[in-house]
């Protein structure tokens, strides 16, 4: 039924077959090697850093940190790539294996970078940014804490998404997103250590830009606090929940098609019904993943006159982080402005 089909993801005992051909001439590769997800601590580099992102969205993120004083390879920057089913090529583990520093969205999210991390039997300095969701998130930190960690140590669901409580989409946090810069900084400064103030003075600026998104969903809470809107998947979790919004979407139909299955034809009924009958305000319908039913659904809330509001799991071509999250959060709030 889809026109975006989510294979399944590569299994761990095959990545590793690809990164010990790919990356021999780099590390060994032995059953009897310890492996370990966990970011080793950064030692001072010898020769230009590379950073290795898993999407352009933290590759994005990564150049604003670094500026010219590294390089930053993105492995999924295709708008049609899903990060949640991508399967690792061999230059993508030799390209991991290589790198100085590797920043990833974690969660379960790009699983592909937490196996090829596992696999190499060596340790290579990394930034998970869901680990990161505590700093900012409302939930108790404890609590919070304890889901990221179960999210990032217990087996992924086979469609390679993390289900908890806690929405592994944390690009769309804009703080989460500050506060990866910042780790980002302070591991490039470990490994740099001369240039260690500009990193830091660079996140420091890219923490201020991310102002111009909470000023808005801060405007949206005050001007529509509550408001309901209803989404084809969870991917802009925390830009409705930032904005103080409430989503109306069933969460059976959330759940299946954000794992690439048919929606039971009673939750498709009942995500229809909060259109026509006009109990939302907007849609925030993913283009990365259409598909007939999200097309439909989509017709459905256009033909009411409930406005759309696109949203996407990469980094359009030609716009930074801070553009991106931007345009998607003041496109929510023209969206809620149209339909009083």
Not at 202 to 223: K, P
Not at 265 to 273: G, N, Q
């Amino acid at each position: 039924m889809s026109s975006f089909h989510r294979p399944s993801r590569v299994k761990s005992s095959a990545l590793i077959g690809l990164t010990c051909a790919a990356a021999l001439a780099l590390t060994a590769c032995s059953s009897n090697e310890p492996t370990s997800t966990e970011s080793a601590p950064a030692n001072p580099v010898d020769g230009p850093i590379t950073i290795v992102a898993s999407t352009n969205v933290w590759g994005s993120v990564a150049e604003a940190v670094a500026g010219n004083l590294a390089t930053v390879k993105s492995i999924i920057a295709d708008p049609s790539a899903d990060p949640h089913s991508y399967e690792a090529s061999p230059g993508d583990a030799a390209a991991v294996a290589e790198a100085s520093l590797v920043v990833y969205n974690g969660g379960g999210y790009d699983q592909f970078i937490e196996d090829i991390l596992g696999s190499e039997g060596k340790d290579v300095p990394s930034v998970d940014a869901f680990t990161l969701l505590d700093a900012d998130h409302d939930h108790d930190s404890e609590t919070t804490s304890e889901a990221a960690t179960e999210s990032a140590t217990e087996p992924a669901a086979e469609d390679g998404h993390s289900h908890g409580e806690v929405n592994e989409h944390v690009w769309y946090h804009a703080e989460v997103a500050a506060h990866t810069a910042e780790e980002i900084a302070d591991k490039l400064g470990q490994l740099d250590p001369d240039n260690a103030a500009q990193y830091t003075a660079n996140a420091d600026a890219f923490h201020e830009q991310i102002h111009a998104i909470t000023d808005v969903t801060d405007r949206i809470a005050a001007q529509f606090p509550n408001a309901p809107v209803a989404q084809t998947e969870p991917i802009a979790h925390y830009l409705l929940e930032e904005s103080d919004l409430d989503d109306r979407t069933p969460e059976d139909f959330k759940d299946a098609i954000e794992e690439g299955n048919d929606p039971s034809p009673a939750s498709i009924a009942a995500t229809r019904d909060l259109f026509t009958s006009k109990s939302v305000r907007a849609l925030v319908y993913n283009t990365q993943t259409e598909d007939a039913v999200t097309q439909d659904i989509r017709t459905t809330s256009e033909a009411a006159g409930i406005p759309v509001v696109e949203v996407t799991e990469t980094l359009p071509a030609g716009m930074t982080f801070i553009e991106w999250q931007t345009k998607a959060a003041t496109d929510l709030q023209a969206a809620l402005s149209t339909n009083p």
